[in-house]
C-alpha cells in the first residue's frame, strides 16, 4: 500500500476519486459538485485560495463558503 501511495499522483477529480478507499468519504465526494471537487484537489495539491479562484473562475469569498458547506473541515 505504501508503494502504490507513493507511485500514485493524483493530477484529476478523477484520480481523486479512484484513490478514495474510504466507502463515506466517497460517497461524501460523489454528493459535491464537480466545480467543489476541483477546488479540494487543487487545495491537496498546494494551492492557495487566491490561486484557486482565477483557475475555476470563482471568487475567493465563493471558494470559502464552498469549502465552509461541506460535510468535513478542509
Known amino acids: 500500500m505504501a508503494d502504490r ?5 493524483v493530477k484529476t477529480v478523477t484520480d481523486l476519486l479512484d484513490e478514495v478507499e474510504d ?5 461524501a465526494l460523489l454528493m459535491v459538485d464537480r466545480c467543489t471537487l476541483q477546488i479540494i484537489l487543487l487545495k491537496m495539491q498546494g494551492y492557495s485560495t ?3 479562484a482565477p483557475l475555476v473562475g470563482l471568487t475567493t469569498g465563493a471558494i470559502y463558503a464552498r469549502l465552509d458547506h461541506l460535510p468535513w473541515s478542509f
Do not use: D, G
Open 5 to 9: 501511495e507513493q507511485n500514485t499522483e
Open 23 to 27: 466507502e463515506t468519504l466517497y460517497r
Open 50 to 52: 487566491k490561486e484557486i
